[in-house]
């Protein structure tokens, strides 16, 4: 397996184009499904996640075609002739219970594998099954498969979500499209990517109003056509690399980036001294002082501080002045980077969601083991202000979500590179 060795190497300089978002791409792909006609999306990551996702595609007997290097997904699913999404496929990536509305409401019916846990927690998908019940699907869950059908298509429905669920929202989004009547979803997640796939959906002929509030209200229509859509900037990404300015100082501009999709989050960055500035071309982020102030986390659904960027967020303060508590609200276990970060002399208390960090003067490169996508990131950014060398293995888990992170950090003064792993 491949490894990314970095090298605390000084002040960074120079910028960062950020890709197109992983999580909005991983909704907007089974869109598809939703038409017989074409989807084409533009601005797609080109990532190991939306590949898995293309192989899901195709296996119902959808065309997916990446072209342009994998930034353009033109899509079809004119030959949808299988309605199985197998568990090999599931269990490599959770966002494969997302063809489940689609499919559903296309066809009547549809029969997915459970995706199981990860390591981040437990992660059903109740909330998914309960919104297609409301809609009228009958469910029957055999063998760690849902199976599920709506003879004479879905009804709408009003949807109260108990918990805010992004994949949820969306799953439900997609479905009640095409389900006779008004579906209104309540205490609905109001991330930057659910107002991508609406509009996306809007321009496939979709009757939709309310996407980024906590209420969608969608008006069912016969058919879906074709559509071209862009795809929103993946603001993880981008606050992923504004962390590294911060951490390795120096002044970066992140390319694409835009204030209004990390706005908690470059709160607490200015609130640590670090500032973020918008540009015509995106946000520059630097550095003030020597060292940033402690700032305490929380994490809450958008448009609160991501969960996505705790880990991220962690690295940073493990260099502060002072002490920083950090709560994980959305998930019971997403602090596995904590040891990692230990390792390299952080000092870190982890008791049940919350994450108490002592800021330390210096980190000390070591062998650290990615347990997750953004834990495997938030190694790497340690690692640019460590002294030393810091080993990061398992980088798969990095692929899933980060594009050539090796080339986007070394052109802004980075010391880092991937290294082929045996076996
Ligand atoms: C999406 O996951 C993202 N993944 C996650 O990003 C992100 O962390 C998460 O939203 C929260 O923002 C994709 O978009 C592909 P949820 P999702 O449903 O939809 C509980 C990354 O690093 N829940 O909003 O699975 C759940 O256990 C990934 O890119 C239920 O109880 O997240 C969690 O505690 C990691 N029942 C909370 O809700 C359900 O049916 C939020 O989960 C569904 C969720």
């Not at 980036?257 to 540009?279: M, N």
């Not at 000390?364 to 340690?382: C, N, Q």
Request: aromatic share 4%.
């Amino acid at each position: 397996m491949d490894r990314i060795v970095v090298t605390g190497n000084g002040p960074l300089s120079g910028q960062i184009p950020i890709a197109g978002a992983k999580n909005a791409c991983l909704t907007l792909m089974p869109a598809t499904l939703l038409s017989d006609e074409p989807l084409t999306l533009t601005n797609a990551p080109r990532l190991s996640d939306i590949r898995t996702m293309t192989t899901l595609l195709q296996s119902l007997g959808a065309e997916v075609s990446a072209l342009n290097g994998g930034q353009v997904l033109a899509m079809s699913s004119h030959g949808l002739n299988n309605h199985t999404a197998d568990y090999d496929i599931v269990r490599k990536m959770r966002a494969s219970i997302l063809v489940l509305g689609p499919m559903l409401a296309r066809e009547g019916r549809a029969i997915v594998s459970l995706p199981g846990g990860c390591a981040i927690g437990a992660r059903p998908v109740d909330l998914h099954l309960k919104a297609f019940e409301a809609m009228g699907a009958d469910l029957d869950l055999r063998d760690g498969y849902v199976h599920a059908e709506a003879k004479g298509g879905l009804k709408g429905a009003v949807i109260d979500f108990p918990v805010v669920s992004v994949g949820a929202t969306e799953n439900a989004l997609m479905a009640a499209t095409l389900a006779k009547g008004t579906t209104v979803l309540k205490n609905a997640a109001r991330e930057p990517e659910i107002v991508d796939l609406a509009r996306c959906l809007r321009k496939m002929g979709a009757q939709i109003e309310g996407e980024g509030t906590s209420t969608i209200t969608i008006e069912g229509v016969d058919r879906l056509h074709g559509a071209t859509h862009p795809v929103v900037t993946d603001r993880i990404e981008l606050g992923t690399y504004m962390l590294a300015p911060a951490i390795a100082g120096g002044e970066v501009e992140l390319l694409g980036g835009r204030l209004d999709l990390v706005a908690a989050f470059a709160e607490k960055l200015e609130a640590a001294g670090v500032s973020v500035t918008e540009t015509d071309k995106g946000l520059k982020v630097a550095r003030k002082t020597d060292r940033v102030r402690a700032v305490d986390v929380v994490t809450e659904p958008f448009p609160g501080f991501p969960t996505d960027l705790q880990a991220q967020m962690m690295a940073l303060l493990c260099f502060a002045e002072g002490t920083s508590v950090l709560e994980e609200r959305i998930f019971e276990n997403r602090f596995m980077h904590a040891p990692e970060l230990m390792r390299m002399g952080a000092r870190i208390e982890v008791h049940g969601g919350t994450a108490t960090v002592k800021g330390v003067e210096k980190l000390k490169g070591a062998p650290v083991m990615a347990t997750d996508l953004r834990a495997s990131v938030s190694l790497i950014l340690a690692g640019l202000a460590a002294q030393g060398e810091t080993v990061v293995s398992r980088v798969y888990h990095l692929d899933r979500g980060y594009e050539r992170v090796e080339e986007k950090l070394g052109n802004v003064g980075a010391k880092i590179q991937r290294v082929q792993g045996d076996g």
